[in-house]
């Protein structure tokens, strides 16, 4: 069954501004999942069950043939044709709203600043995989499946680039993101850089893993900074203030899994004798000992 068919008179530019965003997370929410049910948009909006339906009537009335409804799992997939008509699916834009839990992005002012001030961001390189082949990774992550990749490593031991992952979170490291998951190949979970990623097919074998088998994932830990010695006390100090440290001390929680990049994020110098230039690397683990073992790659 093909959801909703073409309508005579609404169309998308008519929508107003309420309606669409729920559209655009019927949108999202099916592209990325790759499956998107009346409870989904009842339960995110907090809509009855009559009025969510209404919702996904008129999202097949503006766009037909993109979503099919498959009886197994209660609710409509992406159509073989599916192209998207209200939400931006770039991975650029989906990400980050996934990261926010957020349902929709931008507004109806789009090209006015609602406050009145400007935000800029650093014009760095966009490393993020075709969206096609996140969304293979994203359903995977979702309903817990397998999922073959064909990924090019940096590491000079790893040269079969077509491996079984069981993906089970991502992760923004400021740079660029990449996805937590079971690696099949060496029986250990690992990183794994999106835009390294060439291909993506999510299996229908069920994942083995979670992420609560995941120790590195699950545990967290305190990372202790402390401004680099070889500053001015007075520029020792400003960091203190400028970190909020406690007795001298920055206190960070992190996962396990998650201290290097941390400690790259923000540019500590983590060779032993503080050798690096203070200027550019004004902060120093003051725990190695205890964060070292969890993320040897950034020690120097």
């Known amino acids: 069954m093909v959801l909703g068919k073409k309508s005579q008179q609404k169309q998308p530019a008519d929508i107003k501004w309420n309606s669409r965003q729920r559209l655009q997370y019927i949108e999202l929410m099916a592209w990325y999942t790759g499956v998107v049910s009346r409870s989904d948009v009842a339960s995110t909006f907090g809509l009855s069950d009559p009025a969510a339906t209404k919702d996904l009537k008129l999202y097949g009335e503006l766009a037909p043939d993109n979503?099919?409804?498959?009886?197994?799992?209660?609710?409509?997939?992406?159509?073989?044709?599916?192209?998207?008509?209200?939400?931006?699916?770039?991975?650029?834009?989906?990400?980050?709203?996934?990261?926010?839990n957020l349902t929709t992005v931008g507004g109806p002012t789009d090209d006015k600043l609602i406050y009145g001030i400007h935000v800029d961001t650093l014009p760095l390189?966009?490393?993020?995989?075709?969206?096609?082949?996140?969304?293979?990774?994203?359903?995977?992550?979702?309903?817990?499946?397998?999922?073959?990749?064909?990924?090019?490593?940096?590491?000079?031991?790893?040269?079969?680039?077509?491996?079984?992952?069981?993906?089970?979170?991502?992760?923004?490291?400021g740079l660029r993101w990449h996805v937590r998951a079971y690696n099949e190949d060496s029986f250990d979970f690992r990183d794994f850089v999106l835009s390294r990623m060439v291909d993506a097919r999510m299996l229908e074998q069920d994942a083995e893993s979670s992420a609560h088998y995941d120790d590195d994932w699950v545990e967290t830990f305190t990372l202790q900074l402390a401004p680099h010695p070889d500053l001015t006390p007075?520029?020792?100090?400003?960091?203190?203030?400028?970190?909020?440290?406690?007795?001298?001390?920055?206190?960070?929680?992190?996962?396990?899994?998650?201290?290097?990049?941390?400690?790259?994020?923000?540019?500590?110098?983590?060779?032993?004798?503080?050798?690096?230039?203070?200027?550019?690397?004004?902060?120093?683990?003051?725990?190695?000992?205890?964060?070292?073992?969890f993320a040897g790659w950034a020690f120097l």
């Open 125 to 173: 390189p966009s490393r993020l995989p075709d969206k096609a082949i996140l969304a293979q990774i994203t359903r995977a992550a979702k309903h817990h499946k397998k999922c073959q990749v064909s990924y090019h490593s940096m590491s000079p031991r790893d040269n079969n680039d077509s491996r079984i992952i069981e993906p089970h979170s991502f992760i923004n490291n």
């Open 67 to 100: 979503l099919i409804y498959k009886h197994s799992v209660f609710g409509f997939v992406p159509g073989p044709s599916f192209k998207e008509v209200f939400a931006d699916l770039t991975p650029s834009v989906a990400l980050p709203m996934i990261a926010g």
């Open 234 to 293: 007075q520029q020792q100090q400003s960091l203190l203030v400028d970190y909020a440290a406690t007795d001298n001390i920055i206190e960070i929680s992190v996962r396990r899994a998650l201290l290097g990049y941390v400690l790259q994020r923000m540019s500590v110098d983590t060779t032993r004798e503080h050798s690096l230039n203070p200027n550019a690397y004004q902060l120093v683990v003051v725990n190695r000992e205890e964060i070292e073992p």
